[in-house]
């Protein structure tokens, strides 16, 4: 896989799955036109994760109306600070980012591609995070992602554990939705396609 070459040995990892009745080109194209923050919920739990920032003053909170507008895709998440680590087309994406991710706000560095070449640098933590697809026979594909951590130090590493144990549950939980969400737009795309 494309992610072990960023994150061959984690921290920490979250691996989650999906079956898919449709080609791995099919679930490949839809995962790239998903909005993936249809789902109130999981805008609702990402406003939270947001709102220490809004407090603070260093991030504006968007009000509800352009909150319902806004698309979640994979090009929203790149533009929120995640960069692209490598892609394979129609088999693998990676995408990667750095911070201090037990930090309620500031949390997030500038992307810098050359930081995944190496160990992260002390009181840091970076994160690669994959989507992938496999043939699964008979017109079905397993749509797989896996989130590796990897922490540049020992107190990071700590500090990042007891974060871990807190999120762990909704960043889960928001993956799987994620995974239904490119399930139901490869339905939608169908749907629309035929005649």
Request: hydrophobic letters at 45%; one cysteine or more.
């Amino acid at each position: 896989m494309l992610i072990d070459r960023f994150v061959p040995a984690p921290d920490a990892s979250e691996t989650h799955r999906i079956r898919i009745a449709a080609t791995p080109a099919e679930v490949y194209g839809a995962l790239l036109r998903t909005d993936f923050g249809a789902s109130w919920i999981v805008k609702g739990l990402l406003g939270l994760r947001a709102l220490p920032g809004a407090i603070s003053g260093r991030r504006r909170l968007e009000r509800p109306a352009e909150r319902a507008r806004a698309r979640l895709d994979l090009d929203a998440i790149i533009a929120a600070g995640f960069g692209k680590l490598a892609e394979e087309p129609s088999r693998e994406i990676v995408l990667g980012v750095v911070g201090r991710f037990w930090r309620p706000t500031g949390n997030l560095a500038p992307f810098r591609r050359k930081i995944f070449d190496g160990a992260p640098p002390a009181g840091f933590a970076v994160a690669a995070w994959n989507f992938r697809v496999e043939a699964a026979g008979a017109g079905a594909t397993i749509l797989r992602t896996e989130t590796r951590i990897l922490c540049g130090d020992p107190a990071s590493r700590r500090k990042f554990r007891i974060y871990w144990l807190l999120v762990r549950p909704f960043s889960g939980w928001i993956r799987r939705r994620m995974l239904c969400a490119v399930r139901r737009e490869v339905g939608r795309f169908r749907n629309r396609s035929t005649p």
